[in-house]
């Protein structure tokens, strides 16, 4: 079961939200609710891993207890934040790298690691790349005194396991969802509103942009790659770039949209990437709460403490992106992928003190720097890089990562086109209809727009999102949506 | 707090309103969009064959994917010509594959079979030949080795609450409730169109007229994609492992137990989306595979993939399935040459068609 899924929609969300509303205003039976309902929400995914997550609840809730309560032994304080940090980084790494390592290794070795691929390639738990994430974040802020330890088993139990975050995020921080778990949450009207609209757009982004872009110039590009021209090849990966981020920030703001009907504000994991024009800027607009994660927990400290790495950004960067490549992907052209990203904010960290220099020294680089011109050609670097570096995202080995290289650059045996039918070309402008309206509501126009909209009177908007319930029935196939990011 | 109150109710209101409304607009929507595209009348489904083949008393069964609609046709030419005194059932098995198949007789035909046999008077004591209608798309096993269409086209509620308990909510069991929301909903446009696309493309048609929905371009496009994709499954591992034509041994096996003549028809393919190569790869490679298991088990192939008189424009837009007057110009062609043995059946068991 999906956000997106039938039974989500017309059993499990009405059914427990009316649960939800029924139990007496009190953390404890709210959130009593919240953990019946996430259990149900996980075991409908991988039931024989149930125990897995049960474990991890339990222990990170009691090693960090343990630690609040150490904390005058530094030594053994420390040997519980190790053992709670090397629990959760192991349990990921054994379940989804060990295959992926010992194959790894034993090509290099040039043995055939075919057998030894699938007899540790194991049934993930969902959405544990998430979690574990979560667990190890909420591990360090005890350590270091920014979160105090959760008493409460139950909060500690919704905090890991609320339904709407478990398969793909967004990574809340315990800050964030600890304190609003702790009271008891009154279903604000204006967040019902408020939520049903993330929850509209969420269902428009994965299901109309995503899935209907995919359809018909994604697959056909990508499933074929030899057989297609160097231009079919461009519209598929460009058309990748808008479903993975339909597929993505759609899946979040539906997880958003759900808690809200909770009472429950889950942070915002994407703030219109497609304007940016640095990609430092885009990674701080594009999964958020992943990439902030990282520099908070990783980047920050590996450059900050004494060590090896302290001071090299540059390197800095490329480990940290190298890993964030591997996080999402048990495959080499994922650790490509981390790396390009990586070796690419090194090159713009340099540019830009150099920049700075510049400006710095001749006021002239001050007003080229402020220009349309320079601004245009800073978002067309970062967008095509962007779009470029989806290669190895989207290639399920080096194989075929080589074949779509060559059928970008025109090498391609056949290179015949994708031609999409007429009704198929509408379908994908009523897509980027959805995705220019998601894009301009991050805009002060938008903005605007939609404050007036808000202000209509209540049956004419009812009217509106009706008219776009009605466009989802007419161009979303019934029983689609698996989402990209719950199989990382 | 008091101040706040009615401010509080009239947001409540207001969902409330806007609710409503969207209800309205989506139901208001759907009648003025059935004026413009009626729901098309449900199709025949593996359950309305199943019904018809416990209720009647068939002589053969047609058992086949989406294709064996294709044999209604047929049913009714043999009916026709037998004064009535032949009956075919068709059990279409959408998306069927010969494992789906084999799961289908296992877990439906052979139980209904056995009951009804060890009965005092047995509904199927005339049936005596099972027809299965394959391709060599069906020898290809899916990517997660089970059929997905089982659940939507096969499953009762006994089979889906026994697989949720055994594996849980999956996207492969879920399939059977969405089919069984879905069909609440057929008398509605918008819901029973969803993933056929006759909306859009009547919507397009009156907009734009019908010439925009299918250019040469695109047309072309999409012979060459099933080329490629009927050439591109000789060196699949999902066609090449055979893990499919298993299940056609256990299909035997039923037939021999149950004392049933097995004719396989290979179902005609649109010629244009045929290439040289395919012929001799892929296609070839199938039917092979279907005589070496013919020699050893005496079944009878009828090999209509090519030979059929089927021409393009006999095949619907979706360049698979065979129109009405595809079907009626098939089952003519089928009763004059691999299939005519069903006409005799009205004769005396004994006097078989060898």
Known sequence: ?488 | MSDLAPEVGSIWRNIAMIFAAVVVTVFAADFLLRTICPPIPPKMEFSDGFSEFVSGKPNALVLGSSHARAYVALQKKVSQFTSGQVHLSVLPLEWGKLSSYQWAIENRIAPYLEQDRSSANPQTSQLRHLLLVTEWWDGCSPDNGRAVNIPARAWTLKHFVSDVIKEGLTDFNRSYLTSQWSSLWRWTILWSDRGIGRLPRALWARAKGAEGLETPESYQGRIIWWQNMTEGAFEDPNCKNGKELEALDHIVEFTKKFNLELTVVLHPRMPSTLTVTAKSTTLNRFANELHKRAVVHGFRIVDATVTSPLQDNDFMSDFDHVTEQGSVTLADWALSSGLSFLLTLAEPATQRHP
């Open chain 1, 1 to 488: 079961m999906n956000l997106g899924s039938i039974e989500f929609f017309v059993l499990f969300l009405p059914l427990g939200w009316l649960a939800y509303l029924l139990v007496p205003r009190t953390p404890r039976f709210q959130n009593a609710v919240l953990v019946v309902l996430s259990t149900i929400f996980y075991l409908s995914w991988t039931p024989s891993m149930a125990w897995i997550m049960a474990l991890s609840i339990s222990v990170n809730f009691v090693a960090a207890l343990a630690m609040e309560r150490l904390r005058t032994s530094p030594g053994k304080h420390r040997a519980v934040f190790w053992a709670a940090i090397v629990y959760n980084t192991g349990q990921l790494v054994f379940l989804k790298y060990a295959g992926f390592f010992a194959a790894s290794l034993m090509e290099l070795m040039g043995s055939d690691s075919t057998a030894t691929r699938s007899s540790l390639h194991f049934i993930l738990p969902i959405g544990i790349s998430f979690w574990t994430l979560q667990l190890i974040a909420y591990q360090i802020d005890v350590a270091r005194g920014r979160t105090a330890a959760c008493r409460d088993f139950l909060v500690f139990s919704v905090f890991v396991l609320f339904f709407p975050q478990i398969p793909s995020g967004p990574i809340p921080r315990p800050h964030q969802l600890l304190p609003q778990l702790s009271k008891s949450r009154h279903v604000e009207p204006s967040w019902i509103s408020k939520g049903a609209a993330a929850l509209l757009m969420g269902y428009c982004l994965k299901f109309l942009v995503a899935d209907g872009i995919a359809s018909v110039v994604v697959q056909p590009a990508w499933a074929d790659p030899a057989h297609h021209s160097a231009l079919s090849a461009w519209v598929g990966l460009v058309g990748y770039a808008i479903q993975i981020f339909g597929d993505f920030a759609g899946y979040s703001l539906m997880a958003i949209g759900c808690g809200r009907f909770f009472g429950i504000e889950l942070p915002q994991n994407f703030t219109v990437p497609f304007f940016s024009t640095t990609m430092a800027d885009f990674w701080r607009r594009w999964h958020i709460t992943l990439n902030s994660w990282l520099f908070d927990y990783l980047y920050g400290p590996l450059l900050t403490t004494r060590g090896f790495f302290r001071g090299r950004f540059d390197l800095g960067f490329v480990v940290v992106f190298g890993l964030s490549g591997l996080w999402h992907g048990a495959s080499w052209p994922f650790v490509i992928w981390g790396f390009v990203h990586g070796l690419a904010l090194a090159i713009h960290r340099r540019w830009d003190e150099r920049l700075r220099r510049l400006c710095r020294t001749n006021r002239v680089w001050v007003t080229r720097r402020k220009s349309f011109a320079w601004k245009c050609a800073a978002w067309m670097l970062t967008q095509s890089f962007f779009v470029v570096s989806l290669v190895p995202f989207r290639a399920q080995n080096l194989d075929e990562l080589r074949t779509f290289a060559a059928a970008l650059l025109g090498f391609s045996q056949h290179g015949s086109a994708i031609y999409p039918s007429g009704l198929e070309w509408a379908m994908v402008i009523a897509a980027l209809g959805v995705f220019a309206t998601y894009n301009i509501g991050g805009t002060a126009t938008g903005i605007r727009i939609w404050k007036t909209f808000l202000r209509l009177p209540a049956p004419v908007r009812g009217i509106g999102y009706g008219l776009v319930v009605v466009m989802l029935l007419i161009l979303v196939p019934v029983g689609t949506g698996n989402f990209i990011y719950a199989q990382f």
